[in-house]
């Protein structure tokens, strides 16, 4: 099923996708920068700039509507940036938060639609009462490869390092100052203001006069940011400050700002390969998938051998998994704590009687490695994530896990009951009526069957299991079927079984 819908997603995908002619000459490259970013967004940015770079292309804009996304694929985008000979256009349409303000800061000038924002890239940890100060050894180890990345492109590219510090960090009151016989201004933090011979009471309120420079002919035009807020720009308030150039809603005003005409731009699209490693790093699509995984591992201990159950089961965890570890999401580390959640829940299903200290062990191993591949790598490497978009993504893959759980017990519920009735279904199971010695009919009982509680079996009487009981399976007892479930331990095809409990319709077994 899993397989279906991947190969319909790859099609549909593929269709969409419009090649560029080959004779294009491009003198402005659009690149998109849209929804998380991972390290596909980074692939698809290398391989649209080397395109376009072999096409002639003078000018590369990076057209951003992203919420953030991993720090680690960031950097490494915004290193590739700033290596680039080609003039760099950041194109904020409409919003660049956190990791997408630190790849707009990194090319060569900044332009914002009409309604748009830029900023707000700092580490918080969230506890129980809400937002908590780090302490200031963790705030300085996630902080310092973030800041020297804004400072870095800040000078470079000649952004106020007030402000892009601002966006990292909360720290003192932002204020923006000028020299009016050189034109020069500044923006500087308040514990910098005694530098230029100011003080935070020489703000002088809009309504009046500006104020006279002081003996260093500097003087205060406004404070700008507070302490307790972090630096997000719109769009009036980064033009006016000298962050943006100017406002661009469409490909006509961003031609005529490039000084090209409109047929000179052309605008790259994700291929369909990487469209599809985004769908599966998509948490709802991966909702779903956990859905299909576990309803199908549930089939598949109910039906002998390996069967189609068992192979979407496995074809739907390597996609699960697969997806989010192309996009730099999934590390090793989360996959072996899958593995190995499965790996005890199979010894505690199959060898020890009961459920113990394996089973509970391999759930959590599981629930931490399926939660964790949705959380991508932060810089230091903390146990916890601490970036306000790993808080994010941890708590989107804990809310996916819990949701696609009880999804999936809820139909598991409806299956258990009526799984020898349903169309299609009941032709992966044992069949519900057999022939037994003698050529006597034998009708199902029990789970699975017809749910009636059984009253015609009791505790020590002894039969034959029909099938694999992994835990569950079927038995005969007195040329009856019954569906049955094992204590915990796996019991082959022909052994002989003894009742151990029997609770309304359910029939606990165990091998004699």
């Given at each position: 099923m899993a397989l279906v819908a991947l190969l319909l997603a790859a099609a549909s995908l593929g269709a969409a996708e419009q090649p560029e002619p080959a004779d294009t000459k491009p003198a402005v490259a659009i690149v998109p920068i849209t929804g998380v970013i991972t390290d596909v967004t980074h692939d698809f940015i290398v391989g649209s700039v080397k395109d376009a770079r072999a096409k002639g292309a003078e000018v590369i804009v990076f057209e951003l509507d992203t919420p953030g996304g991993l720090v680690s694929s960031a950097m490494k985008i915004c290193q590739y940036i700033k290596n680039l000979d080609e003039r760099t256009v950041a194109w904020v349409n409409p919003n660049a938060y956190s990791a997408g303000s630190m790849i707009a800061v990194a090319c060569n000038e900044i332009v914002m639609a009409k309604f748009s924002s830029i900023g707000d890239s700092a580490p918080i940890m969230v506890g129980p009462g809400g937002v908590q100060e780090i302490g200031e050894t963790e705030r300085a180890k996630q902080e310092s490869p973030i800041l020297k990345e804004f400072r870095e492109?800040?000078?470079?590219?000649?952004?106020?390092?007030?402000?892009?510090?601002?966006?990292?960090?909360l720290g003192p009151a932002i204020y923006w100052i000028e020299n009016p016989a050189t034109g020069e201004k500044a923006f500087v933090k308040e514990t910098e203001l005694g530098f230029y011979g100011?003080?935070?009471?020489?703000?002088?309120?809009?309504?009046?006069?500006?104020?006279?420079?002081?003996?260093?002919?500097?003087?205060?035009?406004?404070?700008?940011?507070?302490?307790?807020?972090?630096?997000?720009?719109?769009?009036?308030?980064?033009?006016?400050?000298?962050f943006a150039s100017r406002v661009v809603n469409d490909y006509g005003e961003l031609a005529e700002h490039l000084g090209v005409s409109e047929d000179a731009i052309v605008q790259y699209q994700p291929t369909w390969s990487e469209r599809l490693a985004a769908v599966l790093s998509n948490p709802v699509f991966r909702g779903l998938l956990l859905i299909i995984i576990l309803i199908a591992g549930y089939m598949e201990l109910q039906t002998p051998g390996l069967g189609v159950a068992g192979a979407a089961a496995l074809i739907g965890l390597a996609l699960f998994l697969g997806g989010p570890m192309v996009a730099g999401l999934a590390s090793v580390f989360d996959v072996a704590l899958v593995i190995a959640g499965i790996l005890l829940l199979a010894i505690e299903l199959f060898v020890i009687p009961g459920f113990g200290f394996m089973g509970v062990a391999g759930l959590l191993c599981m629930f931490t490695g399926i939660v964790m591949s949705f959380v991508g790598p932060e810089p230091g490497r903390p146990l916890v994530p601490q970036l306000p978009y790993s808080l994010k993504q941890l708590e989107t893959g804990v809310l996916v896990v819990l949701t696609s759980g009880v999804i999936s017990v809820i139909i598991i519920a409806v299956l258990a009951r009526f799984l020898g009735t349903l169309p299609l279904i009941n032709k992966l199971i044992l069949s519900t009526e057999q022939?037994?010695?003698?050529?006597?009919?034998?009708?199902?009982?029990?789970?699975?069957?017809?749910?009636?509680?059984?009253?015609?079996?009791?505790?020590?009487?002894?039969?034959?299991?029909?099938?694999?009981?992994?835990?569950?399976?079927?038995?005969?007892?007195?040329?009856r079927v019954y569906d049955v479930n094992t204590a915990g331990g796996w019991i082959g095809t022909g052994a002989e079984v003894r009742v151990a409990e029997v609770t309304g319709s359910r029939i606990v077994v165990e091998e004699v």
């Open positions: 492109s800040a000078e470079l590219n000649g952004y106020p390092k007030a402000l892009v510090e601002g966006m990292v960090r100011l003080e935070p009471a020489d703000i002088v309120d809009k309504t009046d006069k500006p104020a006279e420079p002081n003996a260093s002919g500097w003087r205060m035009i406004r404070k700008v940011h507070e302490a307790s807020e972090l630096v997000t720009l719109g769009r009036k308030e980064a033009i006016e400050y000298g022939q037994a010695g003698g050529g006597r009919a034998v009708v199902s009982a029990g789970v699975g069957g017809t749910g009636e509680p059984v009253t015609d079996l009791s505790v020590g009487e002894t039969g034959v299991a029909l099938g694999d009981l992994r835990p569950s399976g079927k038995a005969e007892f007195h040329q």
